[in-house]
């Protein structure tokens, strides 16, 4: 059992229950369920009463708000505005939060546009390991000044600090979408589409491959003004090659994406592996992950890879010696708690004075 659970709801509760325990675990909305399980010794502290949009600016394409906020709320309020969070939340209709998006480090498809968070994150607000608060960054786009703390932020499992505020920059919806699925008889030919495509000057919102059930298909998002798509399209069809592809529109290609971002494609029961990577390690990668039969998505251009594993497969063992042998690491997001990072680690010293800097006893758990 945990040996408490704290709900705080003001900056000064959430600095007096830091200063006064001695190993905490930060918690959001617990849409990651294979990070979501605190240490039984450790108090969980949850973000979810700091909730709420600080500040907002349209016309800077920013805004400022409180690390509970849930993802889907701010995703409703920029749209009537005609913006969107480049990053592509994942889990955002699971009740993903910003905090807890940013500390898992998180993306969806659409960040192949414009980048993912680290590229968005412009400010944060948070409580070091000694009940301090502590601002880096900026509420505005243009900002040079001191170490680029937020982007420590980024993928740091709540290891650094408590986040209580979080200022992202926001991008212009495109007037439509329109999505091609291409269909391929194996990897090897779905991957050479996949990498003739990043090599011409398209402007692609989005690009996966999925292998699934023997079934390899490439999906290419593109977004703008209605009369320029359909001219894009023939140019982008003529590279994909193999038969012409299909083409989806409306809310059957917004469906599609939506259903991909929240990982509506993971069979029931199945842990969900998060293996960064680039274009050129993805044969070798399948190589290796035959002999396990497990669906995968190959997103953000292909660098990024999303693995199903099944429930009866720990995915700490399963998988963990082929991301050693090539030289990759990952991370279990959705699953049964367990050992979350596996395989490869790299940074660690950096990571440790960083850590050594922000915590210096050692509160906030790491994984």
């Not at 998060?274 to 039969?293: D, G, H, M, Y």
């Not at 099944?310 to 708690?337: F, M, Q, T, Y």
Request: proline letters at 5%; a neutral charge.
């Amino acid at each position: 059992m945990n040996a408490s659970i704290i709900d705080a709801s003001a900056i000064e509760e959430l600095q007096e229950a830091i200063r006064t325990r001695t190993c905490i675990q930060p918690y959001g909305a617990g849409s990651k369920t294979a990070l979501a399980v605190a240490d039984g010794q450790c108090t969980r502290i949850s973000a979810a009463g700091l909730s709420g949009v600080v500040e907002y600016v349209p016309s800077e394409y920013t805004f400022t708000a409180l690390a509970g906020t849930p993802a889907a709320e701010i995703e409703r309020m920029l749209i009537e505005n005609r913006q969107y969070l480049p990053f592509d939340p994942p889990l955002a209709r699971e009740g993903a939060t910003l905090g807890g998006t940013v500390a898992a480090g998180l993306n969806g498809p659409g960040r192949y546009r414009y980048g993912g968070l680290r590229d968005s994150l412009l400010g944060v607000q948070f409580i070091d390991g000694r009940g301090s608060l502590v601002r880096s960054g900026s509420r505005v786009v243009k900002n040079a000044a001191g170490f680029d703390l937020p982007k420590f932020m980024v993928g740091s499992l709540g290891g650094y600090g408590f986040l209580v505020e979080l200022t992202f920059k926001v991008m212009p919806m495109p007037a439509a979408y329109t999505t091609l699925r291409a269909r391929y008889p194996d990897i090897e030919t779905g991957h050479a589409a996949l990498v003739r495509l990043t090599r011409q000057p398209f402007e692609i919102y989005a690009l996966e491959l999925s292998v699934q059930e023997g079934l390899v298909e490439l999906l290419v998002r593109l977004g703008g003004a209605t009369g320029t798509l359909a001219a894009r399209k023939e140019r982008v069809g003529a590279v994909l090659g193999g038969a012409r592809p299909e083409v989806l529109a409306g809310e059957q290609e917004s469906a599609l994406w939506a259903d991909l971002r929240d990982f509506h494609w993971l069979p029931v029961g199945h842990n969900l592996v998060k293996i960064p990577l680039t274009p050129k390690r993805v044969l070798p990668l399948e190589a290796e992950l035959a002999a396990i039969n497990a669906p995968r998505v190959y997103s953000a251009g292909a660098n990024l890879a999303w693995v199903a594993l099944p429930g009866e497969i720990d995915g700490s063992d399963a998988i963990a010696a082929i991301l050693v042998k090539l030289g990759l690491g990952g991370l279990v997001v959705l699953g049964e708690a367990g050992k979350r990072r596996i395989g490869a680690r790299n940074g660690e010293t950096f990571a440790q004075r960083v850590k050594q800097a922000l915590d210096p006893d050692g509160k906030f758990v790491e994984f």
